[in-house]
């Protein structure tokens, strides 16, 4: 019998899919899933609705048992934490071979800034502000994970964050909706082409849903509470976006909305991402998140089961509630069979389109997985990547870009460390394939003409190296003490012209589970700093890091400051490349990076309030103890060369453009570089309060040394529109400051009337 059903079904599986294999057409789909949902049981069905655990890398405390028995009995949708071919094609013939209707697995894994090859962390490539590059990022993710074994990666990661205390704002674009919506459609394209039919694009996975990146105080999993006006105009933008653009999942979040947890609330994953935005795809819980509802205190086993499925939630990730409890909530009515039935039918189509019913092992191909990773190609990107991410903070008297025939000391515990240049989540890149900046250097000149010192350890605070070891740091302690270290840098930085002092966070000091409530550079790594500023010699501060950090001292007493986030493989080669000038840098940042602690959270489109910052009166909404601006503001960057804005110019559109404002450009400095021209705009009068400025636009373009172009940025109705109060999204006439620059705070201003 078993044998029969599954010859029927292959066939059906063949016929269906040789029809549709470039461009699937609903109706074969639709007439396929139908049949083959016709055989299925009650139980079937909501182990399409199964994900679990196994393997390497997990994320969470949770692991499965018994992975390969429940395969064999159908139980068993999708899995997570493996790759590679062999490891796949082991599982996936468990399922085709073994189980009772042969229904393929569906690998996934978290490929979130390259595979094997890694670009810099999400923050960095969004400091790019080139969507190009950034799509082309996630292509070549998609081919090398595509390559080995996977169908789906649980990316992009499009929540806004404007806490850096927050470790996972190294995970996503930063603090933007306008810009944040532009790169979560890059990596959409990246990852599945529109065409999931290809054997190299993957699902991608649009997290976390929603507004993970306002968890209070910036701890991670905390509590949200916020209102819809904020939520519609400054959080949602970038999940809409995902779903405009047809990703093909979507991921709950851990934390509660209007103090129902996200996945299990009814409102967000069927009113609003079914009814009101038309989602078609398929939506998977975080890790174990139906689980954890039973702390958030909303029900036990079953009822937290029951609200998820009622919620509209299609797949649950490892805790495996639905597969517990979903057979006896049906049978005793507490939920529809067709819910059940429409969960289990988008799972089946995500398989269909990706071509599993056709070719199950069409991912685990081994001999494909040696041509596709860490090719010379995939490497070129990387460099790339990480070169246009950097972000040059300071560099006062052009220090920056350094000769190469001076004598230059390089400081500092992250010149020769490898383990942190992938950064956190870089799936399965191997941080000993990483380019060290000594090696590089070694590479580019022979590094024995260069002075060296370790100058102090990566921390000093042994609670946190072992909490951070726990996570894979390998972060030593010389045996020196850091009194020694520290002479010794010093006894080195007297002999050089100029220091560059590498220094930063351990890559686990950011991402998931990693928040920080002190976001200064570790204590020892300050100490040094300030012995290299007291011997009087320039210094440049290289900077690895995750997150915006508190970096007042450093710009007050440091002659230069280049972000370099966690680079990825090519770090090294890209650091040297713009610290001697064969790369200008252009990166310009995305969240805010505030004087201290206590401005966060500070953002560039805040509201003006009824008392706008004024920082000479009294009665006025500011802090007294420090400025009332950021240390860099939102969009800010210096590159090697310096560009001259022009006033605006403004002219009547034409239809649909309402305004075009044009700005000349001009290269007044010594360098080609490419500059990120951007536009804001503040809608001056409104029904409900409006930011004091929003990104609405950008151009890049590059320019040789004296030359200069017009840009002109078309202003559309749609750019003028809003949620107001009755979460209609409208335009309303009135008047519109519009500012253009190099930054969010240096602009040339302009009104123009809707
Ligand atoms: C938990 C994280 O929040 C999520 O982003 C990730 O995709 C899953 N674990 C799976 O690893």
């Given at each position: 019998?078993?044998?029969?059903l ?7 599986a063949?016929?269906?899919?040789k029809?549709?294999s470039?461009?699937p057409n ?7 899933v139908d049949?083959?949902?016709s055989?299925m049981t009650?139980e079937e069905?909501?182990?399409q609705?199964?994900?679990l655990?196994i393997g390497?890398d997990i994320?969470?405390?949770i692991?499965?048992?018994g992975v ?5 009995a ?8 493996i790759?590679?071919?062999e490891?796949t094609?082991?599982?996936q013939?468990l399922a ?6 042969g229904i ?6 978290d490929?979130?800034h390259?595979?094997r ?6 923050l ?6 080139d ?5 082309r990022?996630?292509?070549?993710a998609?081919?090398?994970?595509s390559?080995d074994?996977l169908?789906?990666?649980?990316s992009p990661m499009?929540d806004?964050a404007?806490?850096p205390?927050w470790?996972r704002v ?5 603090e ?6 532009l790169?979560t459609r890059?990596?959409i ?5 529109n065409?999931?039919?290809q ?5 991608s996975?649009?997290k976390?849903f ?5 968890a209070e105080?910036?701890?991670?999993y905390?509590t ?8 519609y ?5 970038p999940?809409?976006?995902g779903a405009d ?9 851990f ?9 299990g609330?009814?409102?967000l994953l069927?009113?609003?991402?079914r009814?009101?935005?038309?989602y ?8 174990g ?9 909303v029900g036990?086993e079953r009822e937290?089961?029951?609200l998820s ?5 299609d ?7 639905f597969?517990?409890y979903g ?8 939920i529809?069979?067709k819910v059940i039935?429409?969960a ?6 995500a398989?269909?389109k990706?071509?599993l019913f056709?070719?199950?092992y069409?991912y685990c ?6 041509k596709?990773y860490?090719?010379?190609e ?13 972000v040059?903070?300071?560099n006062?008297n052009e ?8 004598k230059?000391?390089?400081i500092g515990?992250?010149v020769?460390?490898k ?5 956190s989540?870089?799936?399965a890149?191997?941080y000993?394939?990483?380019v ?5 250097l070694?590479s580019?000149f022979g590094?024995n003409?260069?002075?060296?010192a ?5 921390l ?7 909490k951070l070891?726990?996570?894979g740091?390998?972060?030593?302690r010389?045996?020196k ?6 002479q ?10 100029v220091?560059?002092?590498v ?6 000091m ?7 409530s002190?976001?200064q ?9 300030k012995a290299?500023?007291?011997t009087?010699?320039?210094v440049v501060?290289v ?5 915006p950090?508190v ?9 230069a ?11 090294g080669?890209?650091?040297?490349d713009v610290?001697?000038g ?11 990076y505030p004087?201290?602690?206590g401005q966060?959270?500070i953002?560039?489109n ?5 008392r706008?910052i ?7 909404s500011?802090?007294?103890d ?6 860099y ?6 590159s090697?060369?310096t560009?001259?804005?022009s ?8 239809a649909?453009?309402v305004?075009e404002i044009?700005?000349n ?7 080609t570089?490419?500059?990120?021209v951007?536009l ?9 309060t409006?930011p004091?400025?929003?990104?609405k636009?950008?151009?890049?373009i590059?320019l ?7 840009l ?5 109705e749609?750019?003028?529109k ?15 400051d519009?500012f253009?620059g190099?930054?969010?705070c240096d602009?040339?201003q ?5």
């Amino acid at each position: 019998m078993k044998c029969n059903l599954f010859l029927v079904f292959i066939l059906l599986a063949l016929t269906a899919c040789k029809q549709t294999s470039s461009n699937p057409n609903n109706k074969d789909m639709d007439r396929f899933v139908d049949q083959l949902m016709s055989q299925m049981t009650l139980e079937e069905k909501i182990g399409q609705m199964n994900q679990l655990a196994i393997g390497f890398d997990i994320t969470g405390p949770i692991l499965n048992e018994g992975v390969e028995e429940k395969i064999k009995a159908g139980s068993v949708g999708s899995v997570l934490g493996i790759y590679t071919p062999e490891a796949t094609r082991k599982l996936q013939e468990l399922a085709v071979k073994e189980s009772r209707l042969g229904i393929p697995i569906l690998f996934g894994y978290d490929v979130i800034h390259g595979h094997r090859t890694i670009f810099p962390l999400n923050l960095g490539l969004a400091a790019s502000w080139d969507l190009d590059l950034i799509e082309r990022t996630a292509r070549i993710a998609a081919d090398e994970a595509s390559a080995d074994g996977l169908h789906w990666t649980f990316s992009p990661m499009v929540d806004i964050a404007r806490d850096p205390r927050w470790g996972r704002v190294s995970e996503g674009a930063g603090e933007d909706p306008y810009l944040g919506s532009l790169i979560t459609r890059a990596y959409i394209k990246g990852y599945e082409q529109n065409d999931l039919s290809q054997n190299n694009t993957i699902l991608s996975c649009i997290k976390h849903f929603a507004l993970y990146g306002a968890a209070e105080a910036g701890r991670d999993y905390n509590t949200v509470d916020m209102s819809r006006i904020r939520m519609y105009n400054e959080y949602l933008p970038p999940y809409k976006a995902g779903a405009d653009a047809g990703a093909a999942t979507f991921m709950t979040s851990f934390n509660e909305i209007d103090g129902v947890p996200a996945t299990g609330n009814h409102w967000l994953l069927t009113e609003l991402l079914r009814d009101e935005w038309g989602y078609q795809g398929f939506v998977v819980t975080d890790y174990g998140a139906i689980r954890e509802m039973i702390s958030h205190g909303v029900g036990d086993e079953r009822e937290v089961a029951e609200l998820s499925f009622k919620a509209g939630v299609d797949m649950e990730m490892v805790s495996e509630l639905f597969y517990q409890y979903g057979p006896e909530l049906v049978k005793s009515g507490k939920i529809s069979e067709k819910v059940i039935n429409k969960a289990c039918r988008r799972v089946l189509e995500a398989k269909y389109k990706l071509g599993l019913f056709d070719d199950p092992y069409r991912y685990c191909n081994e001999e494909e997985k040696a041509k596709r990773y860490f090719t010379a190609e995939n490497l070129a990107v990387a460099k790339e990547a990480a070169i246009k991410s950097m972000v040059l903070l300071k560099n006062d008297n052009e220090l920056l870009p350094l000769d190469s025939t001076k004598k230059i000391a390089f400081i500092g515990p992250q010149v020769k460390r490898k383990r942190d240049l992938i950064g956190s989540w870089s799936a399965a890149g191997d941080y000993n394939q990483a380019v060290s900046l000594w090696e590089a250097l070694d590479s580019k000149f022979g590094a024995n003409r260069f002075l060296y010192a370790e100058g102090c350890n990566l921390l000093e605070d042994t609670l946190l190296i072992r909490k951070l070891n726990g996570f894979g740091s390998k972060i030593e302690r010389s045996e020196k003490s850091s009194q020694y270290l520290i002479q010794e840098a010093l006894n080195i930085a007297r002999r050089a012209d100029v220091v560059v002092a590498v220094v930063g966070e351990a890559f686990s000091m950011t991402g998931e589970a990693a928040s920080r409530s002190d976001i200064q550079l570790p204590e020892n790594q300050r100490e040094l700093l300030k012995a290299l500023a007291q011997t009087g010699k320039p210094v440049v501060l290289v900077l690895m890091n995750g997150r915006p950090l508190v970096l007042q001292w450093e710009n007050d007493h440091l002659n230069a400051i280049l972000e370099t986030w966690f680079g990825g493989t090519m770090t090294g080669p890209a650091i040297a490349d713009v610290l001697f000038g064969d790369a200008v840098p252009s990166g310009k940042i995305t969240m805010t990076y505030p004087r201290n602690l206590g401005q966060i959270p500070i953002y560039y489109n805040y509201k003006n309030t009824g008392r706008p910052i004024h920082e000479e009166q009294k009665y006025t909404s500011k802090y007294l103890d420090v400025p009332n601006t950021p240390l860099y503001p939102f969009g800010y960057g210096l590159s090697y060369t310096t560009f001259e804005y022009s006033d605006l110019t403004l002219e009547t559109g034409h239809a649909p453009s309402v305004q075009e404002i044009s700005i000349n450009i001009k290269n007044t400095g010594k360098y080609t570089a490419t500059e990120t021209v951007q536009l804001y705009l503040r809608d001056k009068v409104a029904s409900i309060t409006r930011p004091v400025k929003e990104l609405k636009a950008f151009q890049q373009i590059e320019l040789q040394p004296g030359e200069e172009k017009t840009l002109t940025f078309e202003i559309s109705e749609n750019d003028l529109k809003f949620y107001n109060s009755d979460l209609e999204y409208r335009a309303e006439p009135g008047e519109f400051d519009v500012f253009i620059g190099g930054n969010s705070c240096d602009t040339k201003q302009a009104t123009f009337t809707y």
